[in-house]
């Protein structure tokens, strides 16, 4: 389980995450979902030690993690945007990472051929799509078969071919008992994939929960009724 307990992060005086008490449960796919700029991204990078909270705990399976780094290699992260060496092709990339590692990863090969980067794999970083450095982003994110995953935004920039293929994967690593967490704004991927839904507006938490309570709660069949009817109501 992901613990935060008081989460604040404030960039000068911009407070960006206004008290965060919430956990994430182990083994399911959570959702983060809110409107653009409501502090998902911020929160991702604080569990991943990427952001300095100004104030709170983190905790992983009841340890606090605030200042440490070992737990990072627990999580695999894919980013929104992701920064690589440009110069390097696909295959030096995925070579330089075991090296930084120092031990083999479990599933790269099987990953590259689960989402097709094969053609791509001696290609400089620089000259790839969108989609296949999105794609980049996966592999790296999943080939150490890491306990948590973190995927901001994935499947943005997939054609849909991709996205399916990314989803299948994710309802793998599910069946498998790792812990997820996702943001993306296209609420149908959160109603196929998670189990336990965070909802954040401006920095602030208005609701966590199983996503059945939520769809109880608000009369509402889809997950987009339901968030709209949210956002009335925070607005409001
Ligand atoms: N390094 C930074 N310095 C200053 N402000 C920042 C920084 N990073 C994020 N912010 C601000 O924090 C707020 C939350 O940003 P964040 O990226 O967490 O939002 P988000 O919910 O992920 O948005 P989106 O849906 O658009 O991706 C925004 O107002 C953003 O401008």
Redesign the pocket.
Known sequence: MIELRGLKKK??R?T?LDDLDLEIPSGQATGIV??????????IKSILGLIKPTEGDIRINGELVNNRWEYREQIGYMP?VARYPENMTVEELFRFIKNIRGYQPVADQELIEHFRLGPELKKRMRTLSGGNRQKVGAVLSMMYDPEILIF??PTAGLDPRSSVQFKKKVRELKEVGKTILL?T?IMSEIEELADYLIF?VE?KIKYHGPMADLLKKHKAQRLEGAVAKMMEEAAA
């Open positions: 960039f000068g911009l960006v809110g409107p653009n700029g409501s502090g998902k991204t911020t929160t929104q901001d935004e943001t704004h954040i920095g």
